[in-house]
C-alpha cells in the first residue's frame, strides 16, 4: 500500500504518509523505451539501403521520443506526498504537489470528520477531511481499492484518539 503509519513512543502523534503507486522504476524506464525502439525498428531492416528508410525512420523516432516523453511526464506528475499528523489536539495535513508547491490544513482534532464519496467526486470512493470550516482531499491519487482501506483506517485511528 502506498502509505505508512508513523508512530513514536514518546508522543501519542500519528503521521500518515501518502504517495502514488510507482509501477515503472527506472531501469523499467529503461527497458520499455529500449524494447519499444527494438520493435519498432524491426520493420526497417526491410528498407535498409533504399529511399524508403529515410522517410519512414523521423517518425519512427517521433514515436519513441513521444514515449519517452510521456513516460518522464507521468513521473513527473506522480511526485506527490501527503503527510498528515494527527495528535490528540490537532490534525495538520500537509500536500507537496509535483511542481514543489505546498498546500497544507489544519484543524482542531475533535472536529475533524473523514468522509468518503462514492459518486460525484473527481474519483470514485473520493476521500475527504473535514474540519475548521473546510473540507479537503486526501489520497486521491490512490486505486479505489486504496482509498476504501484508507477510509477505513483513518476513520479507526481517528476515533480511537479522539475517545482517548
Known amino acids: 500500500m502506498p502509505y505508512r503509519w508513523t508512530e513514536t513512543s514518546a508522543s501519542p502523534d500519528l ?15 529503461a527497458a520499455t523505451v529500449l524494447g519499444f525502439f527494438c520493435l519498432a525498428s524491426i520493420p526497417l531492416y526491410g528498407l535498409l539501403g533504399t529511399v ?10 517521433m514515436a519513441t521520443a513521444g514515449l519517452y516523453y510521456a513516460l518522464r511526464r507521468n513521473e513527473h506528475d506522480r511526485q506527490i ?6 495528535s490528540p489536539d490537532r490534525t495538520h495535513l500537509v500536500r507537496t ?21 462514492e459518486a460525484g467526486g473527481p474519483v470514485p470512493f473520493y476521500v475527504t477531511l473535514k474540519g475548521n470550516g473546510r473540507e479537503v482531499e486526501i489520497g486521491a ?13 483513518l476513520s479507526d485511528r481517528l476515533a480511537r484518539l479522539t475517545r482517548n
Open 81 to 86: 506526498v501527503e503527510v498528515l499528523t494527527l
Open 97 to 117: 504537489n509535483p511542481g514543489g508547491n505546498v498546500q497544507d490544513w489544519d484543524s482542531n482534532t475533535y472536529w475533524v470528520r473523514v468522509a468518503m464519496h
Open 141 to 153: 491519487f490512490l486505486s479505489e481499492d486504496e482509498r476504501k482501506a484508507l477510509f477505513d483506517d
Open 52 to 61: 524508403l528508410l529515410w522517410g519512414v525512420l523521423p517518425f519512427m523516432l
Open 15 to 29: 503521521t500518515l504518509t501518502l504517495w502514488p503507486h510507482n509501477a515503472l522504476p527506472a531501469r523499467g524506464f
